[in-house]
């Protein structure tokens, strides 16, 4: 069974960074994509950012692109977002997800989220 545990959220300063981290199991993911996804309240989920564990390809929505970065350590079967000069309209849960093949259609498997809270 899939399990993704994400860490790394908390409150921040608007112009700060942080980074997110999301530990896989349950898997061997070298033929899965990876993606971040977030939730404001009132807000539907939005994708962030995905890539393939295997080759490394990404992909980023235009709202956080040249701010967020998305990689993946397969040693560790963890995959990060890093993410700097933060807005107050950042704010929102964030998800990891995972899907079988490449990062386009729907992912199939989610964590619980963590919190992201971005101050004035």
């Known amino acids: 069974q899939v399990q993704l545990v994400e860490s790394g959220g908390g409150l921040v300063q608007a112009g700060g960074s942080l980074r997110l981290s999301c530990a896989a199991s349950g898997r061997t993911f070298s033929s899965y994509a990876m993606g971040w996804f977030r939730q404001a309240p009132g807000k539907e989920r939005e994708f962030l950012a995905a890539?393939?564990?295997?080759?490394?390809?990404?992909s980023y929505a235009d709202s956080v692109k040249g701010r967020f970065t998305i990689s993946r350590d397969t040693a560790k079967n963890t995959v990060y977002l890093q993410m700097n000069s933060l807005k107050p309209e950042d704010t929102a849960v964030y998800y990891c997800a995972a899907k079988r093949g490449d990062y386009s259609g729907p992912f199939d498997y989610w964590g619980q989220g963590t919190q992201v809270t971005v101050s004035l």
């Open positions: 890539i393939t564990w295997g080759g490394g390809s990404t």
